[in-house]
Nanobody
Framework: HVQLVESGGGSVQAGGSLRLSCTAP????????MDWYRQPAGKVRERVAS???????TYADSVKGRFFISKAKDKATVYLEKGSLKPEDTATYFC????????????WGQGTQVTVSS
């Protein structure tokens, strides 16, 4: 049974940084593709960063140069380093993962709130 656990959210002032983590405990020796999404209150969820099975990364234009996605080798763990935060980055952040060998489907974290004050 796959459960994704997120951590690292919180409140920060504009210009600050945060690191989010998302892991599926107990899975080692896996190859995974991961994404981070965010959903501001009252708005649609948007993808902000992705990392593929082979480690290729892509970013939404709004976060390029400020956010960096990475993953732990052979583990179902993904990180999102967020720097130069802006008030418009305030949102609930969700991770999504799929690892080879998992049952087909979408696996999401529970979400973690990030609030950036000006």
């Amino acid at each position: 049974h796959v459960q994704l656990v997120e951590s690292g959210g919180g409140s920060v002032q504009a210009g600050g940084s945060l690191r989010l983590s998302c892991t599926a405990p107990g899975f080692t020796g896996v190859r995974c593709a991961m994404d981070w999404y965010r959903q501001p209150a009252g708005k649609v969820r948007e993808r902000v960063a992705s990392i593929s099975l082979d480690g290729t990364t892509t970013y939404a234009d709004s976060v390029k140069g400020r956010f960096f996605i990475s993953k732990a080798k052979d583990k179902a763990t993904v990180y999102l380093e967020k720097g130069s935060l802006k008030p418009e980055d305030t949102a609930t952040y969700f991770c999504k993962q799929f690892c080879l060998g998992w049952k087909p489907g979408q696996y999401w974290g529970q979400g973690t709130q990030v609030t950036v004050s000006s």
